[in-house]
């Protein structure tokens, strides 16, 4: 069991450094994402990008995953299954994103890992937390490695009245910052932190601004691994990189990203200096 | 299991086209759905249509399915159970609509194939992914095509204040072609692709006006088949039709459609005419 | 299976009629129920008229039929368990009565059929549809025939703002024809037909008024059978009679009662006009 | 199985009368019920008073029937495990009590009987049926006897505009004979009917202020047996055992007693009191 | 079974005495604990804190004891699973903390006891106490002796109109003793009560500043053992150490303490000082 999930572990994070392309997006914001480069909508594109900018996962959920099973098995790009998502045509302040497949479903689909979202913070966390511990149990006893989205997100982190002393302090850094809430040192190292709690082999989150800041979340976590999120697409792709080279500096296992490539008129040409940054002073595994 | 799926596919797609006949709306909106042409409230005589008509399927709910299960197997219409219903006696915003039967139930009473609503938008989405998702999971692990009915719908797709961009997209769309908000591209593609995302074999939505904005659902959807539903009867035969031709011309897999059949003087006519459209260049199966 | 559900199904309603005795009021209205005629509280004075009035099954809950297997055994009426109930200390206008009891219970209590209300339009309708048809799939593969008591109730019925069809078609019988909106043929019929969807081999439903309205709900349900409830006692006998024969002109098969038989001063009296009506014309079973 | 439920029933009812030792209090309502005699805090104290003062069985929540096992084993005082309970710590008008254990437990733990507190008319009466049935059915099946704590209980008891009759009768009992509305006998009937639709062996009910009324009480459950609950302590013996006679006159089976006995300075002389109350004229078992 | 808990009783309670090492900190806080002493947030760090200062356990969430199984192990300190928790992100007046692991996990994990947060007096306590009681029976039935960490919380307890008799006593002491609600001796000992009741093998409370106060805690909950809860760091060290001699003079067993002894600056100093009061007066185990 511990063999074959430190097997897996190393395929989607060869020598402990991880590049993964999310393909979810199609669930959670709906085709609009794809207007901006429309070939994105098809999953041979994506898979292609995946497999030539050497990705060392792609993220789907279960319909694409089987629709093209033997595709995805062709290109030896591993899969992870995300194993919830939620829509944005339901909008409520504290969101909710239930489980859709179980890990013996990946298992089914060839799945090298799984993906969760857990929103810490949402008025239905204890949900979440449930989902993704019992996830965390079952993956452990079958030898999968679980990828955790820990996105704090809800009322309770806008409400200036709440008591927790996490708040305080993310307000402060917010300010001083010019951060997002959701964005603050934190918040993010709090959620980092449910991950390990939890048991998580990596978790992926935002960019908190700064590798200084970004230290403390890789910190928070140890020894889980820390991915940074993609997010929305970058005006340059040197801005994009820069982020990308924060998170190394602070430790950072890597990144996962999906916009700020397939997005772009040349996806391949921006992987392949991700690639660089994240692997190019690494032997190759 | 594959070459099951396959072959149910090919019997309710005969050479990837559908031509399908609903009757759940005895459920969805009682018996005043059969005032029009009081011989529809009778299975017999929708069978009849489903068998002369050449259709490539019927949707029963399961207390109909059971009683004339004899008679549905005699008359070689394969039956497409529906899954999951509700009435129109309650009325909410954000409506649910319960799973009813399993996949188990739909194979004990002989269906080719199950049909699921999924009102994405609904506060209770969650719970309607959750529960078709675990249907197609096990559809397709029993070789069993899965239908998606999926109806964007809820209080949010209605709430200008939503931050949603999706919404804002078909804000835009409704207000330049005169549709409903759940009939716009922007809402029905993202409908659709949910279904995909989710591994449905096919998906009924919404036309959404005109055969361009029709292929961008068709696209999103892809390699999800797309079926037109046919919705209340229009005042012509030919603007139904011509509906039909629009979304052939998209690259619809076909039709699935009641009312615009048995509510009319002469079901037949209307539905050789729409056969003559899906299947006319087609040789048959 | 079939055979033995045929079986049960002629056993309750031999002849294809049915006169069944209600006695779940206990549990529904209370004991004030049986202040108009106190030895109603006693099952045995209860099974004495049900025996000795020739009713083809008795209505009752688990605590009784149990208490009083044996008796009930002798009498040689079958049993008919209703699954589900709720009391009126509690009083909300969107009702839910909760599934009490399994059809494998009833199997060991010896039931020869099962019961269960169905409040379709309350906001917790999706409950009882579930809970309905899962006990309509049991029962149907153990053989056990299936009684739904099809009461369509809750605020949306009384909502004059609700989009619904079918309540503006209720409206307009309710205003033209003095009954309750809960007694029009357009309300009954669709719970009627909802039982029908969902696999009942028996509806209980209200009087509507007249013959005329009624037959459209004996339609609307084919070729589930349709029953009515006796409801509260009629001023007179010859009132209660005079609907009894009208649903049987409408195609009804019979009537299920309880007040307007055990409240009354003389039950086996009654009783014995009632199976006259039902049976008078039928050669004996 | 029908002979061991006869065999523990006598255990608890020796000649179908019953002395019941109630001691959940430490779990209803916390420590201060033990201010009164700082040593009632103690099962040994307790188990004592129970055992000299020939209780015929004695209440308890699973952490104390586990941790006094031998004790409870050696004082030959029948264990009833109570299923359910829940604190005053919190409190809402419409309460509910969450069954905490399951009658394998109870058999486990050496109990001879279970115990389930029922509020009907709470809004989550509907919970509280399902389970208090469960537990009947599965009791039933393992020969363990039920007593059901029928207390009617929340806000619809209260609510003038409540459309039900019980309530309205009841209204006139309570002003009529200065009562509680939930000791009025139209609402402590309908409790203990609810016990016996639903199948309890006995149960636990709030005095009615009279014999006459009380007499209603038992007729309405018969033949399920009728303990009245002691409730808060009275101001002398006297007044207590007046009630004990008065509901024996009515036809209870006898009391189930917690505060009336360990709160007073000498519980073991009232308890020969009531003992001589209720099986002074019977021969012992 | 019982002597595999007796065992397990005396491993984390040498001689009836326990010092338990806290560290779910980083679940129910956040990163922010660890900023008075950022090495603390590291369980290596801890972990070594736990073996030299020879603490009896070390209480972890599943995380952190899956990914330092065997330096755990190494180390000798008993392994304490904390089965539910959740994160101060989320602030509502009425607290859920959801089971995230079970005891067949615990186990699996190698620990010798498992631990379990009651909020009695939220509105969620319901689904606290079924929880919580389902755990002891399952971990009684396994051998494992079980920690309640119970706190009454929740808006009934600030409620000035509730109704409970507890909740006046409370006040009374909260103003004489200038307490918060939630340690004042009404409430502290009603939660300890709760934990004897469901069968917990020792309770972790808060401190009611008094050891005579805090007497009544520990006769309340006996035979259960109690423990001190550590709370938020004391601002000096004698301070702290005052109420552990405080509270072993009323009787409890010991303390659970996390910041306490890792927030300052000599952790193992102050450890060694609890130690010499705990186990001082003890021959060791």
Same mark, same amino acid.
């Given at each position: 069991m511990q063999a074959k999930v430190g097997e897996l572990r190393e395929k989607i994070m060869?020598?402990?450094?991880?590049?993964?392309?999310?393909? !979810?997006? +199609?669930?959670?914001?709906?085709?609009?994402?794809?207007?901006?480069?429309?070939?994105?909508?098809?999953?041979?594109?994506?898979?292609?990008? @995946?497999?030539?900018?050497?990705?060392?996962?792609?993220?789907?959920?279960?319909?694409? @995953?089987?629709?093209?099973?033997?595709?995805?098995? !062709?290109s030896k790009v591993p899969l992870i299954l995300k194993l919830n998502g939620k829509s944005e045509l339901y909008t409520e302040e !504290?969101?909710?994103?239930?489980?859709?497949?179980?890990?013996?479903?990946?298992?089914?689909?060839?799945?090298?890992?799984?993906?969760?979202?857990?929103?810490?913070g949402s008025k239905y966390d204890d949900q979440m937390h449930q989902e993704f511990s019992k996830i965390v149990r079952e993956a452990y006893s079958k030898g999968v490695p679980v990828i955790g989205w820990m996105y704090p997100r809800g009322k309770s982190l806008f409400d200036r009245k709440s008591a927790s002393k996490t708040f305080k302090i993310a307000l402060e850094?917010?300010?001083?910052?010019?951060?997002?809430? !959701?964005?603050?040192?934190?918040?993010?190292?709090y959620g @980092?932190?449910?991950?390990?709690?939890l048991g998580a082999d990596i978790v992926k989150v935002k960019y908190t601004g700064s590798p200084e800041s970004f230290?403390?979340? #890789?910190?928070?976590?140890?020894?889980?691994? #820390?991915?940074?999120?993609? +997010?929305?697409?970058?005006k340059t792709d040197e801005e994009f990189l820069s982020r990308v080279e924060d998170v190394l500096t602070a430790g950072a296992a890597g990144i996962a990203v999906g916009r700020n490539v397939w997005q772009r008129k040349d996806p391949l040409a921006i992987s392949k200096r991700i690639h660089q940054l994240i692997f190019g002073s690494q032997k190759k595994a």
């Amino acid at each position: 069991m511990q063999a074959k999930v430190g097997e897996l572990r190393e395929k989607i994070m060869p020598g402990g450094r991880a590049m993964i392309l999310a393909y !979810d997006q +199609g669930f959670e914001h709906g085709p609009r994402d794809f207007l901006e480069n429309p070939e994105s909508r098809n999953l041979e594109y994506i898979l292609d990008i @995946a497999k030539r900018g050497e990705f060392t996962g792609i993220v789907l959920h279960a319909g694409l @995953a089987e629709k093209y099973q033997s595709e995805i098995q !062709d290109s030896k790009v591993p899969l992870i299954l995300k194993l919830n998502g939620k829509s944005e045509l339901y909008t409520e302040e !504290d969101p909710y994103s239930p489980q859709l497949y179980s890990v013996e479903d990946a298992l089914t689909l060839g799945a090298a890992a799984v993906g969760y979202t857990v929103y810490s913070g949402s008025k239905y966390d204890d949900q979440m937390h449930q989902e993704f511990s019992k996830i965390v149990r079952e993956a452990y006893s079958k030898g999968v490695p679980v990828i955790g989205w820990m996105y704090p997100r809800g009322k309770s982190l806008f409400d200036r009245k709440s008591a927790s002393k996490t708040f305080k302090i993310a307000l402060e850094q917010q300010e001083k910052n010019n951060l997002a809430i !959701d964005e603050t040192p934190a918040i993010v190292a709090y959620g @980092a932190r449910i991950g390990l709690e939890l048991g998580a082999d990596i978790v992926k989150v935002k960019y908190t601004g700064s590798p200084e800041s970004f230290q403390w979340v #890789v910190q928070s976590a140890f020894p889980t691994k #820390v991915v940074m999120s993609g +997010g929305t697409m970058t005006k340059t792709d040197e801005e994009f990189l820069s982020r990308v080279e924060d998170v190394l500096t602070a430790g950072a296992a890597g990144i996962a990203v999906g916009r700020n490539v397939w997005q772009r008129k040349d996806p391949l040409a921006i992987s392949k200096r991700i690639h660089q940054l994240i692997f190019g002073s690494q032997k190759k595994a």
